[in-house]
């Protein structure tokens, strides 16, 4: 059984109103076996979508390579735009080695709630992934069990927001599940009608251009 441990605590600049949320990063980030391309801080993987669609976004100009300055640009951006990165699971055992959020077992969770005490400028979730087993608003919801926080829905359209007041602070938290910014979830993006009336008006789009139309109205 491999133990998968995040390789990274939360990265939260003093700037942070918002906070994105995922799960854990490929196994190779804990075993520290980069590939070339990969950078070496959180959604890092050369294959993940998270910084090409934000670098597309800001125009950032970020490098995509196993080097100190690509982290620095990444460091500089969160703090300029206030978002910080803290992934909700810390650790899980898995039978297979791979990146998939099914295949976790024995999950430990991240205390969110304690954290948002802990930095109260921050006002907003983004859940890099939705309500499916083990993805990260899946256990926002297993988290909130223990609190007296209920979750209540503002949009039920794609990307679909929720807020909750903060049990401690009373500070009114929204939170918004994005489409996984991962090769995974292209197929659930491609099965969306909205994808599919942009697709039709404009054959050459992508799945990652439409990632940017999402993220671009939240971030």
Not at 44 to 53: C, Y
């Amino acid at each position: 059984m491999f133990l998968h441990i995040h390789p990274y605590p939360p990265y939260i600049p003093s700037t942070a109103t918002k906070l994105i949320v995922g799960t854990l990063p490929p196994p190779r980030f804990t075993t520290g076996e980069l590939k070339e391309g990969d950078v070496n801080f959180c959604y890092g993987s050369r294959d993940g979508q998270l910084w090409p669609i934000l670098n597309e976004i800001f125009q950032l100009h970020l490098k995509f390579e196993t080097t100190e300055e690509a982290i620095l640009q990444r460091k500089e951006f969160l703090h300029k735009r206030g978002i910080g990165i803290c992934d909700i699971v810390q650790s899980a055992k898995r039978e297979k080695v791979d990146a998939s959020d099914i295949g976790m077992q024995d999950i430990e969770l991240r205390d969110l709630i304690q954290i948002l005490n802990d930095f109260p400028k921050i006002d907003t979730l983004l859940f890099t992934g939705g309500n499916s087993k083990n993805g990260p608003e899946y256990f926002f919801r297993k988290l909130i069990k223990n609190y007296p926080v209920n979750l209540e829905v503002v949009s039920e359209e794609v990307p679909r927001i929720h807020q909750f007041v903060h049990p401690v602070t009373n500070k009114l938290i929204k939170t918004i599940s994005l489409i996984a910014p991962s090769g995974a979830a292209n197929r659930a993006v491609g099965s969306l009608q909205e994808y599919k009336d942009l697709k039709k008006k404009n054959p050459e789009m992508t799945t990652v251009d439409f990632r940017v139309l999402q993220y671009k109205i939240f971030f």
